[in-house]
């Protein structure tokens, strides 16, 4: 009998179907047929649903796709915003903007993003892909493959998320481009966004040339308050940051513990945006068994980010009185007003200017030729590069200025989520807390936004060079019987694949040399400069005023009465603090003490590492009938072996010193380079089989070994100090070039029922159990100088017990899930729904009940959709919700970070002027919903966040 493999199509769906082959590079990643269909140009939200829904019933793997609705309309202005309405894929989010993608609890570095099959490179230091680095506006589609196949990349536990770019020959000639104007509610700014792409095949259509250019602004604010972290202390431990009887008024904790926080900063961000992403494709078919494909994309992304803030520190700091501990030790009240000269450290409130900036480009180009042996036989060969690129060794893009005075303050939680911190504002009575331009001890002044109360603090740049570059070569080939039962399709092929990243460290946090000692001191002898003194801190101890030199300006930033004002306790936040320009600063500063503020390597913190992986595959599809009911079977297997080589430098401490008013920097010897090597080879089967028990019921089930390969910054060797506090903490971080990849084995079981044009239901099962999952251990070390004298911690006379965390291949954990989807067309109305959720667990969660450093699975939470839409020959009109439950988002140092459940509201309307001419409508997040996150307990307050509604009008053209 003739196997059915879908249920009866007509043109129409057959056309739309075609639409979603567009680009897919090699071969299609999802296994979606390729049989040539009339082809008829649709448009619109429905028909781009079922396009995707015709992908995920034809793949003989669990696929989820998304199309576009035309050549140039994505259905978000973000990649990610798609992704996250695709059942079991959650996103994270930076400033409001979908930047990495989850998929069934896994996070961005156990996902592999390809572009037409394709690995894309990355702009950070691990392997984690940002999907705010390429606009919609060019992709014509996503497959994310949750099962594993031997045709797809490895590298994803999570899944291979697949982006589909266009071709000439499949456009044909045509033309579109869209205006839009950008407005941030928060920032109540408007910025501009393009985008083009033109298709036009020649030479009886025998060549096509494709061009796509999008440019995206945004420029918008974002409002927080965070604390960076509670220290735990337990009663009987002999820390001196325990309270003593006399300092604490209260602990409802029955063990004595207490969490102490550490600081609070109140912060407005300022983002501005730039992306120009190019796409150039070339397609040659000299006889009608040859096309030749010549492809280049090419992404620059600018994140210039300004951030002013208002910062109280007070952690790590022995002295605070009328403590207060509620049952779970969490401090929720507390006085801090240690004086200057009382001993120790003094409360310190500042007013901070960062830059954190991205600048990033990525370009990937490649040549690609089939060539149709027989109707039944094709041969292709593969060849690209993909480059990424991220260059400041002068860290002008992450830097940091700051101007105080020291004080006192009260912290009071008053059973809101965010603390509020007072005390400060005004003047300290009859105590005097710091020392005036003579050294006095005096009263600082009464007004705490009076700029006369300032004194130049810390400053620091951090600089970088990263650079991420994949070279692969590929020859594949395929053979198609054509026929309904049987072998019906074969593949196989070999590639060779080399991955360079490196990362070069700079920073201005180095000692001064004799002859910038000598000029300091000349031009500035309160510095108290000797060669060896920490550049950075050359007035932490507050030896001048800004009284005494030219000061930049100073102003008053309003953030106004609403910020934060949906987050619980929002009231009480102080909303007005000193701001000054970030530049200005460091130019008076560095001229006052006559040296300049350049970066050196820190060769500890950089290296590179290179992979070649080496790959054997073949998969083969069997087709019949089962019982006389129509099946396909697949069976693959991959063979892959990876050479590492690991470049680093290696250093010794030699002691610590104190930068600042809580921070100290380590001291380290010379470095000694270092050239690591391991290799690791694997066998990764995959069997789906799927069988149609009626023309609309899909039973489908899949096993797969997949594996993600450790991060970068796992496999660097070496030592890396992270910011080490006066008394503590004191984290250490190590790498472990041994590091192994992770293993999982898959099991996914689905039932599809396709009831209706458009319209259908799925629930599928999936299971994994993950091998050789990497457990950051964290533990106590005493290390010692060259002549094997302990580290002290200048402080307090301490001897330093370091938390030495290093990563290691321990532990084995089990995911399990259900996904449920429905998509519903009613019928000709016009009105169609989409609604899918995910439900996950795993024998890894987080025990908030116990203190070790026990492993945990983080990113693993519950999340729903729903979408209603409406579209007629006029009118569109959409409405998104997306959440997201509670989730496990890191634990250090035994202590974890919880990020709160989220959930957003998403619009987007357009209106056909002509058949050619739509104006179009996006509202992001229209509610204006706020993030939140939190330690070990709910009351541990870590992260409140709002970066506002925001909205896009544009024209979009079509020809």
């Known amino acids: 009998m003739s196997i059915n493999r879908g249920f009866k199509k007509k043109i129409l769906v057959k056309a739309i179907a075609s639409c979603a082959a567009f680009g897919f590079g090699i071969q299609a990643q999802a296994q979606v047929s390729d049989s040539a269909v009339e082809e008829v140009l649709v448009t619109g939200v ?73 690995q894309l490179t990355s702009e950070n230091i691990n392997r984690d892909f940002e999907f705010d680095t390429l606009g919609s506006e060019m992709i014509n589609g996503l497959v994310i493959n949750k ?23 499949d456009v044909g000639n045509k033309i579109a481009g869209s205006i839009k104007l950008d407005y941030e509610t928060l920032a109540e700014e408007s910025s501009p966004q393009a985008s083009i792409l033109v298709s036009q095949k020649f030479a009886d259509d025998a060549f096509g040339v494709l061009f796509a250019y999008n440019h995206f602004e945004r420029d918008s604010i974002v409002n927080r308050v965070t604390n960076n972290h509670w220290t735990r202390v337990e009663k009987n431990s002999g820390s001196d940051l325990y309270p003593d009887a006399s300092e604490l008024t209260s602990n409802a904790n029955p063990d004595g513990r207490l969490y102490l926080p550490q600081n609070h900063f109140i912060q407005q961000q300022h983002d501005q945006r730039t992306r120009d992403n190019a796409n150039l494709v070339l397609q040659f078919a000299p006889s009608d068994d040859l096309t030749i494909t010549a492809d280049a994309l090419y992404s620059d992304y600018e994140l210039l980010r300004d951030q002013n803030m208002l910062v109280n520190w007070f952690g790590s700091r022995p002295g605070w009185r009328d ?24 409360q310190s409130t500042e007013f901070n200017a960062i830059k954190e900036n991205r600048k990033s480009d990525t370009l990937v180009t490649g040549l690609n030729a089939k060539w149709d042996l027989s109707d039944k036989f094709s041969v292709i060969a593969d060849a690209y590069r993909s480059e990424s690129n991220y260059k400041d060794p002068m860290g002008f893009g992450n830097s940091q200025v700051t101007m105080g005075y020291r004080n006192r303050l009260t912290w009071d939680m008053e059973g809101g989520f965010i603390p509020y911190i007072s005390g400060f504002e005004s003047g300290t009575g009859t105590v005097p807390y710091q020392p005036d331009a003579s050294g006095n001890i005096t009263i600082p002044n009464k007004d705490y936004l009076d700029p006369s109360n300032l004194r130049p603090g810390y400053t620091i740049r951090n600089g970088r060079i990263i650079e991420d570059t994949i070279d692969q070569f590929k020859i594949a080939g395929a053979f198609e ?12 092929g070999f590639s060779y694949k080399t991955r360079e990243k490196a990362r070069q460290q700079f920073t201005t946090g180095r000692g001064l040399t004799a002859a910038e000692a000598a000029t300091v001191n000349a031009k500035e002898p309160r510095a108290y400069a000797v060669p060896g003194s920490s550049l950075n801190c050359m007035f932490c101890g507050g030896e001048f005023f800004w009284t005494e030199i030219p000061r930049p300006n100073i102003t008053v930033l309003d953030a106004g009465s609403d910020f934060l ?44 590492i290179t992979e070649d992986i080496t790959a054997l595959y073949t998969q083969l599809e069997f087709a019949g009938d089962l019982s006389g009911l129509p099946y396909n079977f697949v069976t693959g297997l991959r063979y892959e072996r990876t050479d590492l080589t690991i470049g680093g430098n290696l250093a010794a401490i030699l002691g610590v010193e104190v930068e600042g008013a809580e921070v100290l920097k380590q001291k380290l010897t010379a470095v000694t380079p270092t050239n690591l090597e391991s290799d690791y080879a694997m066998f990764l089967p995959n069997v789906n089989f799927k069988i149609d028990l009626s023309d609309d019921l899909v039973l489908r089930t899949a096993y797969s070994k997949t594996i993600t ?44 029922w396709y009831y209706g044009a458009g319209s259908y239901a799925s629930a599928g099962l999936f299971y994994k159990q993950v091998d050789n999952f990497i457990l950051d251990a964290t533990s106590g070390q005493k290390l010692t100088d060259p002549d094997g004298n302990p580290i002290i911690d200048p402080s307090n006379g301490k001897v330093i017990e370091f938390a030495v965390t290093k990563p290691s291949n321990v532990e084995t954990a089990d995911v399990q899930g259900l996904e449920l989807a429905v998509q519903h067309m009613f019928g000709e109305t016009g009105f169609g729904t989409v609604v899918n959720a995910t439900f996950v667990s795993t024998n890894a969660e987080y025990d908030v009940t116990k203190f070790d450093s026990s492993f945990a699975l983080v990113g693993l939470s519950d999340s729903y959709n729903l979408v209603g839409f409406y579209e007629n020959d006029k009118y569109q009109v959409r409405l998104a919700y997306n959440f997201r439950d509670q989730f496990l988002r890191s634990v250090s140092d035994s202590e974890p970070t919880f990020v709160e459940d ?9 209106y056909n002027l002509t058949e050619n001419v739509t104006i179009t409508l996006d509202g992001i997040n229209i509610t204006g919903e706020a993030t939140r996150w939190h330690a070990r307990y709910s009351n541990q307050f870590l992260l409140a966040e709002e970066s506002g509604p925001r909205y896009t009008l544009g024209v979009r053209a079509s020809f």
């Not at 989220?902 to 357009?910: E, K, N, T």
């Open 709 to 752: 390969r450790p991060s970068m910054e796992n496999l660097r060797p070496g030592l890396e100090f992270g910011d080490l506090k006066q008394r503590g903490p004191y984290p250490v971080h190590s790498g472990n070039p041994d590091l192994k990849p992770l293993e999982s084995d898959n099991l996914d079981l689905s039932l599809e």
């Open 565 to 608: 004002d949906g987050v619980s306790s929002g009231g009480k936040i102080h909303t007005q603090w000193l701001q000054f320009d970030h530049d200005e600063f460091r130019r008076i500063y560095e001229g006052h003490i006559g040296v300049p503020f350049t970066t050196e390597k820190v060769p500890s913190e950089s290296y590179d």
């Open 46 to 118: 429905k028909a781009a649903l079922i396009s995707a829904m015709e992908t995920k019933r034809d793949s003989s793997g669990v696929v989820d796709a998304i199309s576009a609705e035309d050549i140039g309309k994505f259905p978000d202005t973000n990649l990610a915003e798609s992704l996250q309405r695709i059942p079991g894929v959650s996103i994270d989010r930076e400033g409001g903007e979908g930047k990495y993608v989850t998929v069934r609890g896994f996070g961005a570095g156990f996902n592999v993003t390809t572009l037409n099959g394709r």
């Open 147 to 169: 099962s594993g196949s031997a045709l797809t990349e490895t590298g994803g536990i999570g899944a291979i998320v697949d982006i589909r770019t266009s071709r000439p020959f």
């Open 902 to 910: 989220y959930g957003q509201f998403d619009l987007s309307a357009s």
């Open 481 to 492: 019987s054509h026929e309904d039962s049987g072998l019906v399709k074969a593949d196989f």
């Open 323 to 346: 403590v207060v501990a509620d049952a779970n030790g969490t401090v929720t009240h507390f006085i801090a007003d240690k004086r200057e000269g009382e001993g120790c450290c003094v």
